[in-house]
């Protein structure tokens, strides 16, 4: 069963369409996630989004000075969950969530102990037309902070980023784009409707979408749609 989305990400999701839509640059899209990443993600304190161009790995985005310099050992170190989620041969998210007892990246974690606050990390890929261009990193400044349901909320962000991404590499439209990402809107609009109307909570509305789109093999978002089209022709 899909995982539900949660209200703040649809809010997210409104927020980040804003500023694609604004016509704004390829930095402010990349900082407006890396910023969402912190607002949306609990325990999140840093987030930062690495890409690789020509073999190359280089930060194009980042919540604030101290995800960059995380970025930037990684990349002297050469190790590191970003890089690993980059990777093609590791899976695509990779979490340590308390530095203080160990890692998979040892000479990082020291690096960052030492030099930062940081006390915990993620990486996850973003996708772009089944290949893998880059990763979205978060940071907390706690111990244990980052838990599973921090890694169901970054997977659903960098599903989003990778759409976003993609889109502005392709420079598509913003009329494109806005199409693209409209059917998060619906689902939510259909989610609200859904509530209302049988009395449940959100993630109840979520699951009877869900269900309906796997019986009847159609999109999330079309489901939605026809939800909301059958309202308006029983409220006209």
């Known amino acids: 069963m899909p995982t539900p989305i949660p209200p703040?990400?649809?809010?997210?999701?409104?927020?980040?369409?804003?500023?694609?839509?604004?016509?704004?640059?390829?930095?402010?899209?990349?900082?407006?996630?890396?910023?969402?990443?912190v607002d949306l993600v609990d325990g999140c304190d840093h987030a930062s989004l690495m890409v690789r161009r020509s073999g190359r790995n280089r930060t194009v985005g980042a919540s604030d000075e101290l995800a960059r310099e995380v970025d930037r050992l990684e990349n002297a170190l050469g190790e590191g969950p970003c890089r690993d989620a980059i990777d093609e041969t590791e899976p695509d998210q990779h979490m340590c969530p308390d530095l203080t007892t160990g890692s998979k990246w040892p000479a990082l974690a020291a690096a960052i102990l030492e030099k930062t606050e940081i006390r915990g990390m993620a990486g996850f890929r973003i996708r772009q037309d089944a290949e893998k261009v880059g990763a979205l990193n978060i940071f907390s400044d706690t111990a244990g902070a980052l838990t599973d349901h921090s890694l169901d909320q970054a997977t659903m962000l960098t599903a989003f980023a990778s759409v976003t991404l993609?889109?502005?590499?392709?420079?598509?439209?913003?009329?494109?784009?806005?199409?693209?990402?409209?059917?998060?809107?619906?689902?939510?609009?259909?989610?609200?409707?859904l509530m209302a109307f049988h009395d449940i909570d959100d993630d109840q509305a979520f699951q009877m979408l869900a269900t309906v789109s796997q019986e009847m093999n159609i999109k999330l978002a079309q489901v939605a749609t026809q939800v909301l089209d059958h309202h308006r022709k029983h409220q006209a």
């Open 8 to 37: 703040e990400l649809l809010i997210t999701f409104r927020a980040l369409a804003e500023v694609v839509y604004a016509g704004e640059s390829y930095d402010a899209v990349n900082d407006a996630v890396c910023r969402s990443a």
């Open 166 to 193: 993609a889109a502005l590499d392709r420079g598509e439209e913003a009329a494109t784009l806005r199409r693209g990402l409209e059917s998060n809107r619906e689902i939510g609009k259909a989610v609200g409707l």
